[in-house]
């Protein structure tokens, strides 16, 4: 634990920006984050009056737990295969702690946990607007961020362990990124295929559809979605070390 | 051939030629590797369908997905953030330099490379518009007429958007916020085309804002043409597609004899 905070540190001083660095990159999210909001805001309101705060909710949820996922996640998105290609793996397998905990938070990102957290307070407006912002409700989408975000990362995590297999495997890291994109609007609206595909087959709905749903369900659905976050976690994790292993074998 | 050397001059069929060359080889390098440019279109594609979807399940009619069929169809030809990251990156860093440094006229260049960023776009983008329509039964439909004049309109789409291109990389460049001027760009164009929301979506008020701005005529203008609007209906198209290149060529001219004064 305290080799992990101390790469989170370093991450932190790694990101640190100048002044106006820093209002050029906050604007820059900022209307990336606007963009897909009004997106979301206009369509639903104009099209089907009274959708709009369950659209933007999912949405905030979705832009939450995406943003967790790549903050911690970066290198499975961004470098997995390049560290394989270029031997970098190598390197970090010497480091002490356990490349499953060393890897995230060495390449831990702050700024996409900016994105997180201006997904956190969306989500928050979006309950605001559907006069459902309660002090319960907002730790239930917190949870839910948590859940979605581990849920998404294990996601990335799979895609990324198939680099110890095939040096030429960022593609599907890639398209693993672009695939969690289906999980940013309520589900309900979709075609029943398409349900069907990303709640049993690839289950993204777990992203942030079923996290959003915790403020009105029971204790039954918090606690299924606990479990599927955690299990997903474990399951890309144990895939992740076995691959590891196979790759310090070949090494 | 330098700075200075980007005078007005009629560019001769040899140099059509060597431009039209020029240009496929530029968005031959942007396909390629071939695998790469497929997972990124893919990519897109995967983004459109989910839109598609959300739309589709707010609006049975089908009405808001077809327009956006169009729209982005449309859109697509504006040739995408390409020719600014080129322009700005290129001028930042002096690579600039060395690409104007060509025996034919520096702007008509990176015309060239600007209509190979519009193919390279609309070769990214429209499988994605089709596999979307297809899927969720937004297909737009057109007479032949309308269609012919859709078609048509697509090369002022890509005019005015090169103008635009040049416009916001001149002021990044000046100002030295290039990543700045491609987003602000971004988010105006995408918002005030109706490429990424229907512009009769918006309140009343802002539709009249949008309307007066040149923005539309990257998506909506297009769509309305398509939808049995008439060739009266390009008019505004044609002379804001004119102005914004003007503009832009007049703020590159001043540039591009800048870097000969810097460059020797």
Known sequence: MRAALALMRAAFRRNRRSAVGFWIWFVSVGLYQLLGLVFVWVASSRLSAGAEWSAMYVYGVFQGATGLAYAFGAWTVFFASRYVRRGELDALLLLAPDPRVSLPFANFEPGELMGALSGYAIALIGLRAGTRLTAPNAALTLAGIACGGAATYSLFMAAATLSLYAKQSSAAISFAMDLVLFGQYPMNLYPSAMRTLFTWVIPIVLIANAPARLIDAGPGLLAAVLSAAALALAGANALFKQALFRFIRHW | ?264
């Open chain 2, 1 to 264: 051939m330098n700075g200075s050397d980007a005078q007005p001059r009629a560019v001769s069929e040899a140099t059509a030629t060597r431009l039209l060359h020029i240009a496929a080889i530029l968005a031959r390098e942007r396909i390629t590797p071939a695998w790469d440019f497929i997972m990124s279109s893919l990519g897109s594609a995967v983004l459109l369908i989910a839109q598609f979807a959300f739309l589709r399940g707010l609006d049975p009619s089908s009405d808001t997905l077809r327009y956006l069929a169009l729209a982005r169809t449309a859109f697509a030809f504006s040739g995408g953030q390409h020719l600014e990251r080129f322009l700005i990156d290129g001028y930042m860093s002096g690579s600039l330099m060395m690409d104007v440094i060509t025996p034919i006229n520096p702007l008509a260049f990176i015309v060239a490379r600007s209509f190979s960023g519009m193919l390279a776009s609309a070769a990214a983008t429209l499988p994605g518009v089709l596999m979307g329509a297809l899927l969720l039964g937004g297909m737009p439909r057109m007479s032949w007429p309308g269609a012919a004049l859709y078609a048509i309109s697509l090369i002022f789409v890509w005019l005015a958007s090169t103008g635009i291109a040049l416009i916001s990389s001149a002021i990044g460049v000046a100002l030295k916020q290039g990543e700045a001027a491609v987003q602000l760009r971004v988010f105006i164009t995408q918002l005030a085309s109706g490429a990424l929301i229907p512009v009769y979506l918006y309140p009343e008020w802002v539709q009249r804002a949008i309307r007066a701005l040149p923005f539309v005529h990257l998506a909506d203008t297009s769509v309305a043409i398509a939808r049995g609007g008439s060739v009266s209906s390009m008019y505004p198209q044609i002379i804001w597609s004119a102005a914004l290149l003007g503009i832009g060529i007049a703020l590159w001219r001043r540039r591009l004899a800048r870097l000969d004064v810097y460059g020797g």
